[in-house]
């Protein structure tokens, strides 16, 4: 257990919808990420915030927003959405987003768009 | 631009044996490397990781890399596999602008009895 929570584990929802997928880092972690794992681009980087700032920025859908509260908790936003986005998400977690700084996943979202 | 290459898609290997998973990485500078390992349902798991230094790293489950620049390789290693070894690994290059991580595309490991 890497003390990131995500929730929840499993979506199914149709084209055209919107979801939010929720986040906890592990306590005491100020940094959040979010990654996308799907059969055909793998594993990619979307976003990532510090102390609700965002901070990088990766292959992340205009579509997708995210944002990170003051709690340090985070969610991601998926709108409009297209077959082509069902994939695993992932947020991690680390101290402070330093370079140097290991990341620590969560369970990860299943999303399928029907 | 920065990529990561794991050649082997799958590899299968017979309980007790040693294993050896290929990461090539295409970096501009320094890299930090990690090998990560995702079992079934789960999220990811840090392995181990190179920032600098000696250049044979050690990491949890009895596994260790060594990072060799003029190969730009990263190999993941372990002497005697098993069978709760079986899962997916990634190795992953960074830091780009802030801290990502760019992943390979994941070598699936089975053990055979």
């Known amino acids: 257990d890497s003390g990131v929570t995500q929730t929840p584990k499993h979506l199914i929802t149709a084209t055209g919808q919107r979801v939010t997928l929720r986040c906890s880092p592990r306590s005491g972690d100020l940094s959040v990420y979010w990654y996308q794992q799907s059969l055909d681009q793998g594993l990619q980087f979307l976003i990532q915030?510090?102390?609700?700032?965002?901070?990088a920025k990766g292959n992340i859908l205009e579509r997708f927003s995210a944002q990170q509260f003051p709690d340090l908790h985070s969610e991601l936003n998926l709108s409009s959405l297209e077959l082509g986005d069902s994939a695993l998400y992932f947020c991690?977690?680390?101290?402070?987003?330093?370079?140097?700084?290991?990341?620590?996943f969560g369970p990860g979202t299943r999303l399928l768009v029907l | 631009a920065q990529s990561v290459t794991q050649p082997d898609i799958h590899i299968t290997v017979s309980e007790g044996a040693s294993l050896e998973l290929r990461c090539n990485y295409s970096y501009g500078a320094t890299p930090y490397l990690f090998w990560y390992v995702q079992s079934p349902g789960q999220g990811l798991q840090l392995l181990l990781k190179y920032f600098s230094g000696d250049t044979l790293v050690q990491g949890i489950k009895g596994f260790e890399a060594e990072f060799k620049r003029s190969q730009s390789s990263f190999n993941l290693r372990k002497p005697s596999v098993h069978w709760s070894d079986a899962a997916e690994y990634f190795c992953?290059?960074?830091?780009?602008?802030?801290?990502?991580?760019?992943f390979g595309a994941g070598t699936i490991l089975r053990v055979k009895s």
């Open positions: 992953a290059v960074g830091p780009l602008n802030g801290n990502k991580l760019v």
């Open positions: 991690a977690s680390s101290v402070a987003g330093g370079a140097l700084e290991t990341q620590y």
């Open positions: 915030y510090y102390n609700g700032e965002e901070r």
